[in-house]
C-alpha cells in the first residue's frame, strides 16, 4: 500500500503519521509544496511518450510517484517560497507561477490517482474553506447559529448592531497577520463591536462576519474522522472572546454531545463532500452552535 502526505516540512502531526503507517509496512512518500521550486525539483510530462500526464518530484526527503497511491492525505497545503537568489522584483512572480504548477501538479495527481482515499479531496477541501457556506450548511444540517451578517455596508452591518447588540462580534473571513514597525507581528482575532464603533472604520473597504455574541461556558474542539467523532473541551479559566488570545487547556467535555449532534456533524460533513475536519463549537446549557475548519490549513475557523 502506497500512502502520500502534501504537507509542509517539519509537520509534527504528518511525521506522526509517516512513523505509525511506516511501522505497519506502509509506504508512504511524503510532499513539501513550500519546498518548490527553492528546494525541490519537479517536472510535468505530457505528450506522445504516454497517453497520460508523467509526474515527477524530487526534493529534500520528499518524492512523488505517478499513479501509485491508494491514499492521499492534503495535509496542509503551503504556497511556494522563492530562492533567496531571486531578484526582489521577481520574487512574487516566481512564486505566482510556482503556485499555478503545483495546483497543477496536485489536480493530475488526484486525476491519476482516481481510486484514491481523498482526505480531503481539492475540491471540497476548497469549498468547505468557505465560511458563509458553513454557517449556511450547519443551519440546514440542524445547528442553532447566532444571527449573522457578513457585509461591508455600514448601514446594514449598523441595523444589525441596533437589533442585536449591545453584545456582538466581529471577526475576518481569513486568518491574516501583520508586521508591525516594532518587529513584532499582529493577527487577526474575534472582537467586541458596538453601533458606535462604525463611525470612524472604513467598512468598505473590506467585507467582515458580525455575530450576536454568545456567553460560553466552555469551548468543544470536535474532531470527525470519517463515522468517528471525537471530542475535546477548550477551557481558559476565565470568560473570553477568542479563546486564542491567552494560555488556554484541553480538557475532556463536561458532558458528550448527544447522538442528534454527532449526526448533525457527520451530515455537515456529507453536504461539504470531506472526510476529516475539526469542529469548532460553543457549548451552553441549552444549545450548540459551531464553525466549522477544513484540516487544510490548520489555522483556526475564527
Not at 486568518?175 to 516594532?182: F, I, K, L
Not at 463536561?254 to 456533524?265: D, H, L, M, N, V
Amino acid at each position: 500500500m502506497n500512502v502520500l502526505i502534501h504537507t509542509i516540512k517539519n509537520d509534527m502531526h504528518a511525521a506522526a503519521v509517516a512513523w505509525a503507517l511506516k511501522e505497519k509496512g506502509v509506504n508512504t512518500d511524503l510532499l513539501f509544496a513550500a519546498d518548490f521550486p527553492s528546494r525541490a525539483k519537479s517536472s510535468i510530462h505530457v505528450g506522445a511518450l504516454s497517453d497520460h500526464a508523467r509526474l515527477q518530484h524530487e526534493g529534500n526527503e520528499s518524492s512523488v510517484k505517478t499513479g501509485s497511491y491508494e491514499v492521499i492525505w492534503h495535509r496542509r497545503l503551503a504556497g511556494s517560497v522563492a530562492d533567496a537568489e531571486a531578484h526582489p522584483a521577481d520574487v512574487q512572480f516566481i512564486e505566482q507561477e510556482s503556485s499555478a504548477y503545483l495546483d497543477g501538479f496536485s489536480l493530475l495527481l488526484e486525476r491519476q490517482n482516481s481510486t484514491a482515499f481523498l482526505v480531503n479531496s481539492l475540491a471540497a477541501r476548497e469549498r468547505a474553506r468557505s465560511k458563509s457556506l458553513q454557517l449556511s450548511v450547519a443551519q440546514e444540517c440542524g445547528f442553532t447559529i447566532p444571527e449573522t451578517i457578513i457585509s461591508n455596508d455600514r448601514d446594514q452591518i449598523g441595523a444589525f448592531l441596533n437589533r442585536n447588540g449591545p453584545l456582538c462580534v466581529a471577526k475576518p473571513l481569513t486568518g491574516h497577520a501583520w508586521d508591525t514597525t516594532a518587529g513584532g507581528r499582529i493577527a487577526t482575532q474575534t472582537v467586541a463591536i458596538n453601533a458606535s464603533m462604525l463611525a470612524n472604520t472604513k467598512v468598505a473597504l473590506s467585507p467582515l462576519i458580525v455575530q450576536a455574541q454568545i456567553s460560553k461556558l466552555e469551548e468543544l474542539r470536535v474532531v470527525v474522522m470519517g463515522m468517528s467523532v471525537f471530542v475535546a473541551a477548550v477551557t481558559t479559566g476565565t470568560p473570553r472572546i477568542d479563546w486564542r488570545t491567552g494560555a488556554f487547556a484541553i480538557e475532556s467535555p463536561t458532558f458528550e454531545i448527544s447522538e442528534q449532534e454527532k449526526k448533525a456533524c457527520l451530515d455537515v460533513m456529507e453536504q461539504l463532500g470531506i472526510v476529516l475536519a475539526a469542529l469548532i463549537s460553543f457549548v451552553m446549557r441549552t444549545e450548540l452552535w459551531f464553525l466549522l475548519k477544513s484540516m487544510k490549513w490548520a489555522s483556526s475557523c475564527f
